[in-house]
């Protein structure tokens, strides 16, 4: 089935009133048959309701229709896109343990990595994501988890996925791929190797800027790649915290459902079942809204290159661009997404023309229906020197677009006017 007609039916039988859109069910907790089934369900014999910080009938459909669209075989959606990435790494990592990150990451995932993580006794070792062969300097018996975005943000580069995971296998480490930026639509990281996938449902998935939220996947067959790995023990020996079970025997993904029994049921950063049901809303169209994202960006890149006033325009839908080979590799047709950004002379005159745009908002999001502007040295990046700045390849006069689905040609003559006002 194609990507788009999972998008639209995945994970939906219809209930007895024959509902065509999903129904909201807004509950905390679900009524049992009698004490046995009550006891069936705890002791998974059967598989059902319990309580909503476990499992719901609406996010079931949003875990169940997004693990489609990815090809991956079972999903956990999470309150935030932090907490997808939160679980996604804990799930695996240990006090004592260590992670392998990307430099390119967006500035959450940075300060969850490299400083709260390092508070529960994970330790963050980085590399350049343009050189994964740095990796292998970094791992050692106690890595856990490689950690990257298949199209960064806000940096706008596309990963060598392939590369990175063929490392990582050979060590039989977990890959972790936030491919929030570019969508199952675009990029499926589990046709290149990767074990979990985690996204920010607040951005593309939901696409209006509606909701936060995030999601977990997990590829099929990964309980091969955790039997009897010394590095995942927890996941072949039983689990005191939950009647002794061995998370590689059930028959289940067991990725999802140690981050569910354990995690979930622990931290409870469950998505609301409002939150779902918007992220499914969001899903039917997230496939024509993708292309439409992508076409925009590109003429808008294609235009501020051709500005005397632009000094450099990073999109990896152009050919000057240095991502340009493994956007078309990894990104089907070569879409790349609604991100991107320019460089003009200086801090002033990038606020200036910041200001002196008027449909593009000012805000510090992406992925939204409508387009939004934002200068990070003088927000996100405010803290950092100039010669900080320039190392994290933020320059003072760097300007981040996410593109929506205005037409383009008002996009461009919006900027086109801020650039010469
Ligand atoms: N991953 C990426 C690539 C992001 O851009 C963001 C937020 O901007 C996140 C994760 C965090 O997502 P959330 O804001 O839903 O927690």
Request: net charge negative; aromatic share 8%; hydrophobic share 40%.
């Amino acid at each position: 089935m194609d990507l788009q007609t999972k998008a639209l039916h995945a994970g939906y039988e219809k209930d007895t009133q024959g509902t065509m859109a999903v129904p909201i069910y807004q509950t905390t907790a679900y009524e049992f048959r009698d004490s046995q089934h009550a006891a069936d369900l705890f002791a998974l014999k059967e598989l059902g309701n319990i309580y909503t910080r476990l499992n719901n009938p609406t996010t079931d459909v949003f875990e169940k229709r997004f693990a489609e669209l990815e090809g991956g075989e079972a999903a956990i959606a999470t309150s935030s896109g932090m907490s997808a990435i939160f679980f996604a790494i804990v799930n695996a990592a240990e006090v004592g343990d260590n992670i392998v990150c990307a430099k390119q990451l967006y500035g959450g995932s940075l300060t969850q990595t490299a400083h709260t993580l390092k508070r529960f006794g994970i330790e963050a070792r980085f590399f350049d994501v343009h050189e994964p062969s740095q990796i292998e300097a970094l791992v050692d018996e106690k890595t856990k988890v490689i950690f990257f975005e298949s199209l960064t943000n806000p940096s706008i580069d596309v990963a060598d996925i392939e590369a990175i995971t063929k490392i990582a296998n050979s060590h039989g480490i977990l890959t972790v791929v936030d491919n929030t930026v570019a969508t199952p639509v675009l990029c499926r990281p589990f046709e290149f190797g990767a074990d979990i996938t985690v996204h920010s449902a607040s951005k593309y998935t939901t696409g209006q800027g509606l909701a936060i939220g995030g999601i977990m996947v997990e590829r099929k067959g990964l309980v091969e790649k955790l039997r009897d790995n010394p590095r995942y023990t927890h996941f072949n020996e039983p689990d005191a915290s939950y009647h002794g079970l061995v998370y590689v025997d059930v028959g289940l993904p067991p990725y999802s459902l140690r981050a569910r029994l354990s995690l979930l049921r622990d931290l409870g950063a469950v998505s609301s079942p409002f939150n779902s049901w918007l992220f499914i809303q969001g899903m039917e169209h997230l496939a024509l809204r993708m292309r439409e994202h992508s076409k925009n960006a590109l003429e808008l890149a294609q235009f501020l290159e051709s500005h005397p006033k632009v000094k450099k325009v990073n999109y990896p839908g152009l050919k000057s661009n240095s991502n340009y080979d493994n956007a078309q590799k990894y990104f089907d047709g070569g879409q790349c997404s609604g991100l991107l950004s320019f460089e003009v002379s200086s801090l002033d005159e990038a606020t200036k023309i910041v200001d002196a745009t008027e449909l593009y908002s000012l805000v510090v999001n992406i992925g939204d229906s409508k387009s939004i502007i934002t200068h990070p040295a003088s927000t996100t990046h405010q803290q950092l020197s100039q010669d900080e700045l320039n190392a994290c390849g933020v320059p003072a006069g760097l300007i981040r677009i996410s593109c929506g689905l205005e037409s383009s040609a008002d996009l461009i003559a919006d900027i086109k006017q801020a650039l010469e006002a």
